[in-house]
C-alpha cells in the first residue's frame, strides 16, 4: 500500500513528461482541492492499484474531475487521465493549460462525433498500454445526488478491451459545492468514494451492463 504513494519507474516517466511548471500546478491544484472540498476518499472492497482502470463516476459539478484526480494517490494520479469536454476544456488559455499541461486529458468533441473520430477510438488511443481513464458516463452534468442512464460509451470501450478493469465512483456533495452556473466554489464537505472493481461479463447485453455499472455507483452514494 505505502509503494502507491511513491512514484515508481513507470510513474516517474509519466510525470517527467509534462513541465515542470505543470508538475507544479498539478501539486498546488490537488491541495487546494482537498482544502476547499475537505474531500473524505473512501475505498471499499478496493485498493489503489497503478494497473490500467476505467474510473467511472457520476458528474454533477464542472470540478468532479478535479476532485477525483486528487483523490488517487501520487502514484495511479500520474497514470490517470480524465476524459473531458473538448468545449469547455478549451474556452480560454487557463482551461486548456490545466486540460492540456496538468491533466494530461483526452479531449473529446461533442459537437463532432463522426464515424471517422469516434470518441471511443480516441480513448483507445490515448489509452494506450499505461495509462488509466477518468469518465462520466451520464454524458453530462446531473443537478442532483441521482445517478442518470448511462450513455453507450463505457460498453464499447470495454468491448474493445474488456480485461480492464472498471472501478466505480460516486462523487458526493459537489451538486451543491459547485451548482450549474457558479463560478465560486461554496465551502462545503465532499465525498470521494471508490467502490470494488467491475468487467465485462461474456454475453452481457449493452443494456445489462449499463444498467449493472450505474447500480454500482449508485450503490456507493449510501454508503
Given at each position: 500500500?505505502?509503494?502507491?504513494?511513491?512514484?515508481?519507474?513507470?510513474?516517474?516517466?509519466?510525470?517527467?513528461?509534462?513541465?515542470?511548471?505543470?508538475?507544479?500546478?498539478?501539486?498546488?491544484?490537488?491541495?487546494?482541492?482537498?482544502?476547499?472540498?475537505?474531500?473524505?476518499?473512501?475505498?471499499?472492497?478496493?485498493?489503489?492499484?497503478?494497473?490500467?482502470?476505467?474510473?467511472?463516476?457520476?458528474?454533477?459539478?464542472?470540478?468532479?474531475?478535479?476532485?477525483?484526480?486528487?483523490?488517487?494517490?501520487?502514484?495511479?494520479?500520474?497514470?490517470?487521465?480524465?476524459?473531458?469536454?473538448?468545449?469547455?476544456?478549451?474556452?480560454?488559455?487557463?482551461?486548456?493549460?490545466?486540460?492540456?499541461?496538468?491533466?494530461?486529458?483526452?479531449?473529446?468533441?461533442?459537437?463532432?462525433?463522426?464515424?471517422?473520430?469516434?470518441?471511443v477510438d480516441v480513448m483507445l488511443q490515448e489509452l494506450g498500454d499505461r495509462h488509466s481513464l477518468i469518465v462520466f458516463p451520464e454524458g453530462g452534468r446531473t443537478p442532483g445526488p441521482e445517478v442518470a442512464p448511462f450513455k453507450s460509451g463505457l460498453y464499447y470501450l470495454c468491448k474493445r478491451r474488456p480485461e480492464l478493469e472498471l472501478v466505480p465512483v460516486y462523487i458526493g456533495n459537489m451538486?451543491?459545492?459547485?451548482?450549474?452556473?457558479?463560478?465560486?466554489?461554496?465551502?462545503?464537505?465532499?465525498?470521494?468514494?471508490?467502490?470494488?472493481?467491475?468487467?465485462?461479463?461474456?454475453?452481457?447485453?449493452?443494456?445489462?451492463?449499463?444498467?449493472?455499472?450505474?447500480?454500482?455507483?449508485?450503490?456507493?452514494?449510501?454508503?
Amino acid at each position: 500500500m505505502g509503494s502507491i504513494h511513491r512514484l515508481g519507474l513507470r510513474e516517474l516517466g509519466a510525470w517527467r513528461d509534462k513541465p515542470w511548471h505543470a508538475r507544479l500546478v498539478g501539486n498546488f491544484l490537488t491541495g487546494l482541492a482537498r482544502f476547499v472540498t475537505g474531500v473524505r476518499v473512501r475505498w471499499v472492497d478496493c485498493q489503489p492499484d497503478t494497473c490500467q482502470r476505467v474510473y467511472f463516476a457520476n458528474h454533477t459539478s464542472h470540478l468532479d474531475p478535479v476532485v477525483l484526480w486528487s483523490a488517487l494517490p501520487p502514484a495511479v494520479r500520474a497514470l490517470t487521465r480524465p476524459v473531458a469536454a473538448k468545449d469547455y476544456w478549451t474556452a480560454g488559455f487557463v482551461r486548456r493549460y490545466l486540460a492540456i499541461q496538468v491533466f494530461n486529458a483526452i479531449l473529446i468533441d461533442r459537437m463532432e462525433v463522426r464515424v471517422n473520430r469516434n470518441p471511443v477510438d480516441v480513448m483507445l488511443q490515448e489509452l494506450g498500454d499505461r495509462h488509466s481513464l477518468i469518465v462520466f458516463p451520464e454524458g453530462g452534468r446531473t443537478p442532483g445526488p441521482e445517478v442518470a442512464p448511462f450513455k453507450s460509451g463505457l460498453y464499447y470501450l470495454c468491448k474493445r478491451r474488456p480485461e480492464l478493469e472498471l472501478v466505480p465512483v460516486y462523487i458526493g456533495n459537489m451538486n451543491r459545492i459547485l451548482p450549474r452556473g457558479e463560478i465560486l466554489p461554496v465551502p462545503m464537505l465532499a465525498s470521494v468514494t471508490f467502490g470494488p472493481p467491475m468487467w465485462l461479463e461474456a454475453g452481457e447485453s449493452k443494456s445489462e451492463f449499463l444498467e449493472r455499472a450505474r447500480r454500482a455507483v449508485e450503490r456507493l452514494r449510501d454508503i
